[in-house]
């Protein structure tokens, strides 16, 4: 493209038609470097917004110039160049100052915490979670070593101390020192808002009361992996094909998809391998997170899967020697607590315990806690028992009918109607003991024996500082089969009693009622705000195996269905 020549650019024929130049000699035209502006004429009067596009850019644009002087079609390249570059640059910092205010905070690894209960260490208040002596704390700061430290309250805790953090829970309202269990629930709120990994921890001693059933307001969309702890805790004999395909039905029904169920015990180590296996596989550059209520057995179960992890991941080796407390205390961990066991990226965090205020842990003494937490296999403890030990003497011929049964302190059932070969079976702690006595006795008994037969709680000033059983239920109990558990009446905390209809080595002879009712009624009193479950009866012992019924499923559920490990 030729360059304009003054002639070309100052052509009248360039110019709009309304416009005239006021003085126009091309025989006396100077050319400047720097052009002049241009003085020019219209015949009709126009505002700048209702003039013509090309006719503004011509009024507020001075001429390039020409000579030497004006841009070559290079010089106008690299200028468009550099532009589309600037402009680049300025979008790519929009996106990132946008990113930066939309991203979520994650857990703040900045404050020093204790890797016991992940609480943040101070100098100041003794009786406070968290709490380090200034010297100790200055000289593990100066050696950058603060991650190596345990506090004095989680010290307490390893040596067998009963200490409570959390406010409303082990009979304490609270106090200075206590942190309350919503604090420790918005501390898992930044779950949802977050590419990870759950996995979900569920008691099976406690298996509804510790199940979390929103669990999907703290886990948002993230996949979950269901692991069951305590199963070594079962009765002797125990199927654990029935029991596997139990907790599935109870999963669907409760409608919470999850990647995969695996039945574990963190202190025989049985199927934590493939709880570990399932994690790399799904892990896929993810934080986990170890989710479930409070004394659901997190710590403990962290610290079997590193021990697992450890045998392949030299990085897991090297986490287990900082490995979070584990106490019988609900409330031990206060914070996240970051551990490093994968080598190939992303992290694993033990979380604060999610406290349900319907479990037994809300109302019972903090000393007196370690009474709820099963250390050994469970074994039912049935009344009325067989007649062979002469147990049944003590009831008449209409059986259970007309009695009311204490289970410690904290739970009391009376038997309303039930068949007279009925058997409930007690299935929890051993250090809970059972009574049977006449319904109409068993006020004036519990009056007398709270704290002394029937505990916890345990002494005579914890039981003046009782609220009592302020929660009455009556159950109204159906069934098909009369030679099958017809449920399971679940205590949240606590553990559960099996309803038999009949059991024939009673050696009761029916006589006063009919089958044909199909009915059982029951009242169970309990502490407020305690809460209780009527669900399908699990198949534990031996017997479990010959009463359970698997259910046919069809294609579509055996492909939504998650698979069970063990």
Same mark, same amino acid.
């Given at each position: 493209?030729?360059?304009?020549?003054?002639?070309?650019?100052?052509?009248?024929?360039?110019?709009?038609?309304?416009?005239?130049?006021?003085?126009?000699?091309?025989?006396?035209?100077?050319?400047?470097?720097?052009?002049?502006?241009?003085?020019?004429?219209?015949?009709?009067?126009?505002?700048?917004?209702?003039?013509?596009?090309?006719?503004?850019?011509?009024?507020?644009?001075?001429?390039?110039?020409?000579?030497?002087?004006?841009?070559?079609?290079?010089?106008?390249?690299?200028?468009?160049?550099?532009?589309?570059?600037?402009?680049?640059?300025?979008?790519?910092?929009?996106?990132?100052?946008?990113?930066?205010?939309?991203?979520?905070?994650?857990?703040?690894?900045?404050?020093?915490?204790?890797?016991?209960?992940?609480?943040?260490?101070?100098?100041?208040?003794?009786?406070?979670?968290?709490?380090?002596?200034?010297?100790?704390?200055?000289?593990?700061?100066?050696?950058?070593?603060?991650?190596?430290?345990?506090?004095?309250?989680?010290?307490?805790?390893?040596?067998?101390?009963?200490?409570?953090?959390?406010?409303?829970?082990?009979?304490?309202?609270?106090?200075?020192?206590?942190?309350?269990?919503?604090?420790?629930?918005?501390?898992?709120?930044?779950?949802?808002?977050?590419?990870?990994?759950?996995?979900?921890?569920?008691?099976?001693?406690?298996?509804?009361?510790?199940?979390?059933?929103?669990?999907?307001?703290?886990?948002?969309?993230? $996949? #979950?992996?269901?692991? *069951?702890?305590?199963?070594? +805790?079962? @009765?002797?004999?125990? &199927?654990?094909?029935?029991? !596997?395909?139990?907790?599935?039905?109870?999963?669907?029904?409760?409608?919470?998809?999850?990647?995969?169920?695996?039945?574990?015990?963190?202190?025989?180590?049985?199927?934590?391998?493939?709880?570990?296996?399932?994690?790399?596989?799904?892990?896929?550059?993810?934080?986990?997170?170890?989710?479930?209520?409070?004394?659901?057995?997190?710590?403990?179960?962290?610290?079997?899967?590193?021990?697992?992890?450890?045998?392949?991941?030299?990085?897991?080796?090297?986490?287990?020697?900082?490995? $979070? #407390?584990?106490?019988? *205390?609900?409330?031990?961990? +206060?914070? @996240?607590?970051?551990? &490093?066991?994968?080598?190939? !990226?992303?992290?694993?965090?033990?979380?604060?315990?999610?406290?349900?205020?319907?479990?037994?842990?809300?109302?019972?003494?903090?000393?007196?806690?370690?009474?709820?937490?099963?250390?050994?296999?469970?074994?039912?403890?049935?009344?009325?028992?067989?007649?062979?030990?002469?147990?049944?003497?003590?009831?008449?011929?209409?059986?259970?009918?007309?009695?009311?049964?204490?289970?410690?302190?904290?739970?009391?059932?009376?038997?309303?109607?039930?068949?007279?070969?009925?058997?409930?079976?007690?299935?929890?702690?051993?250090?809970?003991?059972?009574?049977?006595?006449?319904?109409?006795?068993?006020?004036?008994?519990?009056?007398?024996?709270?704290?002394?037969?029937?505990?916890?709680?345990?002494?005579?000033?914890?039981?003046?500082?009782?609220?009592?059983?302020?929660?009455?239920?009556?159950?109204?109990?159906?069934?098909?089969?009369?030679?099958?558990?017809?449920?399971?009446?679940?205590?949240?905390?606590?553990?559960?009693?099996?309803?038999?209809?009949?059991?024939?080595?009673?050696?009761?002879?029916?006589?006063?009622?009919?089958?044909?009712?199909?009915?059982?009624?029951?009242?169970?009193?309990?502490?407020?705000?305690?809460?209780?479950?009527?669900?399908?009866?699990?198949?534990?012992?031996?017997?479990?195996?010959?009463?359970?019924?698997?259910?046919?499923?069809?294609?579509?559920?055996?492909?939504?269905?998650?698979?069970?490990?063990?």
């Amino acid at each position: 493209m030729a360059l304009k020549t003054p002639s070309t650019f100052l052509s009248p024929l360039f110019l709009p038609k309304h416009y005239t130049l006021s003085i126009f000699n091309p025989v006396s035209l100077n050319i400047y470097r720097k052009p002049t502006p241009l003085s020019c004429k219209s015949t009709h009067s126009h505002s700048p917004s209702q003039l013509p596009l090309s006719d503004t850019k011509l009024l507020s644009s001075e001429p390039e110039g020409t000579g030497a002087a004006s841009p070559t079609r290079g010089d106008r390249f690299l200028e468009r160049q550099q532009a589309d570059e600037a402009a680049k640059l300025l979008i790519k910092e929009i996106k990132k100052t946008k990113k930066k205010t939309k991203k979520v905070l994650k857990v703040n690894t900045a404050t020093a915490c204790c890797y016991g209960c992940g609480a943040p260490l101070q100098t100041s208040e003794v009786d406070a979670p968290g709490f380090v002596d200034m010297d100790t704390y200055e000289l593990k700061k100066k050696h950058h070593q603060l991650r190596t430290i345990l506090c004095g309250r989680c010290r307490l805790l390893s040596h067998g101390h009963m200490i409570t953090a959390v406010g409303g829970n082990g009979g304490y309202s609270g106090g200075k020192q206590f942190v309350s269990a919503d604090e420790l629930r918005e501390k898992l709120f930044h779950l949802r808002y977050e590419k990870a990994l759950i996995v979900k921890l569920v008691d099976i001693v406690d298996f509804n009361g510790s199940f979390l059933s929103r669990v999907r307001d703290l886990a948002g969309a993230n $996949p #979950i992996i269901l692991v *069951v702890t305590k199963v070594d +805790l079962l @009765p002797k004999g125990t &199927d654990f094909n029935c029991v !596997g395909d139990w907790v599935v039905e109870a999963i669907t029904k409760k409608k919470l998809n999850v990647l995969s169920v695996h039945l574990t015990s963190s202190k025989s180590l049985v199927g934590i391998a493939g709880v570990a296996s399932e994690i790399q596989k799904e892990k896929k550059g993810r934080d986990v997170y170890i989710l479930g209520s409070a004394n659901v057995g997190k710590s403990a179960f962290i610290s079997a899967l590193l021990k697992m992890m450890a045998q392949r991941d030299p990085a897991a080796a090297a986490a287990q020697k900082y490995k $979070p #407390i584990q106490s019988a *205390v609900p409330g031990t961990t +206060l914070g @996240p607590i970051q551990i &490093d066991p994968f080598l190939g !990226g992303g992290k694993l965090y033990d979380t604060p315990g999610v406290h349900l205020h319907h479990r037994q842990a809300a109302v019972v003494h903090s000393e007196d806690l370690p009474i709820l937490a099963p250390q050994s296999r469970l074994r039912g403890q049935s009344f009325p028992v067989s007649s062979k030990n002469g147990m049944v003497g003590k009831f008449n011929s209409d059986g259970l009918n007309g009695f009311s049964i204490f289970w410690g302190g904290l739970v009391r059932i009376d038997v309303l109607k039930v068949l007279p070969e009925t058997c409930l079976t007690f299935y929890g702690p051993k250090k809970l003991p059972i009574h049977a006595v006449p319904t109409h006795e068993a006020d004036e008994f519990y009056k007398k024996e709270l704290g002394v037969l029937l505990t916890p709680p345990t002494g005579k000033d914890r039981a003046g500082e009782w609220r009592g059983l302020e929660t009455v239920q009556q159950l109204q109990i159906n069934f098909e089969d009369a030679e099958r558990p017809a449920s399971d009446v679940a205590i949240s905390g606590l553990g559960w009693i099996t309803v038999e209809p009949r059991r024939e080595s009673l050696g009761i002879s029916e006589s006063n009622f009919s089958e044909t009712t199909k009915q059982l009624d029951i009242v169970v009193h309990v502490p407020k705000p305690v809460e209780i479950f009527v669900r399908p009866s699990i198949p534990v012992g031996k017997a479990g195996a010959e009463w359970y019924q698997y259910r046919e499923l069809t294609e579509k559920e055996e492909e939504i269905r998650p698979k069970w490990y063990f």
